[in-house]
């Protein structure tokens, strides 16, 4: 049988879609001019690609599929040309064959392929040789053939359409094995250059400048010497404390949010989502159930992004935090240091930090999402943290100091002031988790462990609405005060706001009309303090709306009732609605969501005053004539389901 030459198929060329650094790395290239590799080593004007022009708009999921496709395009034509010719004639009546196997001349058609029509082929399985003309179905097996050639090289670089990493690394991911695991290479090569992560380590560790608030769960001397030793020989540092300093960056870019920081303006997020995705990644490949060292620590500083995070996802957050546990569990964090015999003093008190920053984390994720608690489940006894300076924790410490005051401010008085109120608020969970009914005074039971939690916070924790300044509001700890001052009264709002009487009476024994009123009261207060970019946070925006609503809730109280308590006179709960009504004008244009809650209230509000006296003006006291005015009732359940997901 002749054999032509131009038969033969031309090998085509292959276009390299991804750049010359991560072609030369082995690594995923997102195809973007420049690529997110490129800019996170900050090598953005390095970042080159051979084959395909880049002058012009960088190289999107659209225009890639373009040039990927286009052969394959052709391919597939070219089968469905084949397909309707055996068609054609299988319908037709049989004609003359044509006696040369081949045409001698090729038909330029796609890629140089001749045009077989008046081919045919001999194929020899072993002692027979069968002849198959050129319309016979084997035309159509070596097109799929074809295109199964083409398919496996266009998978030599596999597309990354969606590059899209806020949907892919949330409270759940690590569970159902959403993010997949990449190679090492690709994880180490998404570090920035060491400089900038020397910069963002030491701000993290600076415990007075870092505007969130972190666990002191990393002694900062060992975590350098590791953190130096990685540079050193990177092939010597295990997965976990990579996804460990993942954690780390992704936290000081959310911070950086908080800070508005010029230097990550516009690539922050970017930056966050890539660094929870390798952080994730770091922590499938260092597998959670061998025990590895920083395991726990990981996760709970995933779990610290996870609650900064500007959407809600407190679902996530709490199943998320029953993972941690878990983990610390099985890593005998739950148990005193005292019980395992070769801890050093260091080690006991760092073990210790751990498991009550998990605990911290249980019953926080568990009141903000309405689901249980599972520390209290568990039979734990290790101890509190000592109240000490990191000065007095080092490697040669062979017994602790005694605990400072916690009047005395140290990197852990936040985290053991905190885990004390917090404790309270998981009661609140228990209570309106029980499967029994429980009494008025197991409401009154836990109202007084809060009140007794708040009372005993150190005063450089509490923060006083009158007379703070929020310009003043420069320190971590400042923001972390005005934290545990926002969740106490949240706290005590959502403890209380089942137990209001709803038709304005306020009968003996029952405090949680009165307790709600000031709780809310005292979170309009402190709504002034808060700088625009808190809106963008879903628990700022549920936390004040709910507080708006304990006060609309009590004016139409009033509204209904012949008569009614005047503890707060109707005029101070209208000034402090008009003052929460300009915040919020002023936060509109931090998201789209604020901009929806600030037009929801300003309605609801404008049912129970007058349009003209909606501001106060030269600050005279208000004298609104809340009840000739045309009163819309409030739909009280769908108020619930719409600002406060899972509570009653």
Not at 498 to 510: A, E, L, M, S, T
Not at 539 to 568: C, G, N, P, W
Not at 608 to 633: G, K, S, T, W, Y
Request: hydrophobic share 35%; glycine share 4%.
């Amino acid at each position: 049988m002749q054999t032509s030459a131009s038969s033969k198929v031309k090998k085509r060329s292959r276009i390299p879609l991804s750049c010359e650094f991560c072609r030369a790395r082995k690594l995923k290239c997102n195809r973007e001019k420049p690529c997110q590799n490129c800019i996170v080593r900050g090598e953005q004007n390095s970042c080159a690609f051979r084959g395909v022009a880049h002058s012009g708009p960088s190289l999107s999921p659209n225009n890639i599929n373009h040039v990927r496709t286009d052969p394959m395009r052709q391919r597939i034509e070219h089968l469905e040309n084949i397909v309707k010719g055996l068609i054609a004639q299988r319908d037709s009546p049989p004609e003359t064959t044509v006696s040369s196997f081949e045409s001698s001349e090729p038909n330029p058609g796609y890629g140089g392929i001749p045009n077989c029509a008046l081919a045919g082929t001999t194929v020899i399985d072993g002692a027979q040789s069968v002849f198959k003309a050129t319309d016979d179905w084997h035309d159509v097996l070596n097109e799929v053939n074809e295109l199964k050639r083409l398919w496996d090289e266009f998978q030599e670089e596999p597309e990354n359409e969606s590059y899209q990493l806020s949907n892919t690394v949330d409270g759940t991911s690590l569970l159902f094995s959403q993010v997949q695991p990449v190679d090492i290479a690709e994880i180490i090569a998404s570090l920035p250059p060491k400089p900038e992560i020397d910069k963002l380590l030491q701000w993290f560790f600076d415990y007075d400048s870092f505007p969130l608030s972190i666990p002191p769960i990393l002694h900062q001397p060992t975590f350098m010497r590791e953190y130096n030793g990685h540079w050193k020989d990177p092939s010597q540092t295990s997965m976990i404390w990579i996804g460990l300093l993942f954690s780390i960056l992704g936290i000081t870019m959310l911070a950086s949010q908080f800070d508005e920081s010029p230097e990550y303006q516009g690539i922050s997020e970017s930056r966050f989502e890539l660094y929870r995705l390798r952080t994730a990644q770091s922590l499938l490949m260092g597998d959670l159930a061998k025990c590895l060292p920083y395991t726990v620590e990981t996760l709970r500083f995933n779990a610290t992004a996870e609650l900064n995070r500007k959407d809600d996802n407190s679902r996530g957050l709490w199943i998320m935090a029953g993972v941690i546990v878990r983990v610390a569990v099985n890593m005998g964090y739950h148990r005193d240091p005292s019980h395992t015999p070769g801890l050093s003093a260091l080690q006991t008190e760092y073990r210790r930090r751990l498991w009550l920053s998990v605990t911290n984390m249980d019953e926080v994720a568990s009141f903000l999402s309405g689901f249980p608690r599972m520390v209290p489940s568990i039979h734990a006894d290790s101890k509190e943290p000592r109240n000490l300076h990191e000065w007095e924790l080092t490697d040669d410490t062979t017994t602790l100091p005694i605990s400072r005051p916690l009047s005395e401010t140290t990197p852990a008085t936040y985290l053991i002031a905190k885990s004390r109120l917090f404790r309270g608020l998981g009661n609140i969970v228990d209570l309106h988790n029980s499967p029994k009914s429980r009494s008025y005074s197991s409401v009154l039971d836990v109202d007084k462990y809060l009140q007794k939690a708040y009372s005993n916070l150190p005063l450089q924790l509490r923060v006083d609405a009158c007379t703070a300044d929020r310009n003043s509001f420069t320190k971590q700890s400042d923001y972390s005060s005005l934290q545990l001052m926002l969740m106490y009264h949240h706290g005590l709002i959502t403890l209380h706001r089942p137990h209001i009487p709803r038709n304005g009476d306020n009968p003996p024994g029952n405090i949680s009309r009165s307790r709600c009123l000031n709780a809310a009261l005292a979170l309009l207060g402190y709504q002034r303090l808060l700088q625009p970019h808190w809106y963008t946070f879903s628990q700022t925006r549920k936390i004040l709306a709910r507080a708006a609503m304990i006060l609309l809730l009590e004016f139409e109280s009033r509204r209904k009732a012949l008569s009614y308590d005047t503890e707060v006179p109707s005029d101070s709960l209208l000034n402090a609605l008009d003052l929460s009504m300009v915040f919020w004008n002023q936060a509109t244009d931090s998201c789209e969501e604020a901009l929806q809650v600030h037009a929801i209230l300003t309605k609801l509000f404008l049912d129970f005053r007058e349009p003209r006296m909606l501001v106060p003006e030269n600050n005279q006291p208000l004298d609104a004539q809340l009840f000739d005015l045309p009163i819309h009732d409030i739909d009280w359940a769908s108020w619930d389901q719409y600002f406060e997901g899972e509570w009653p």
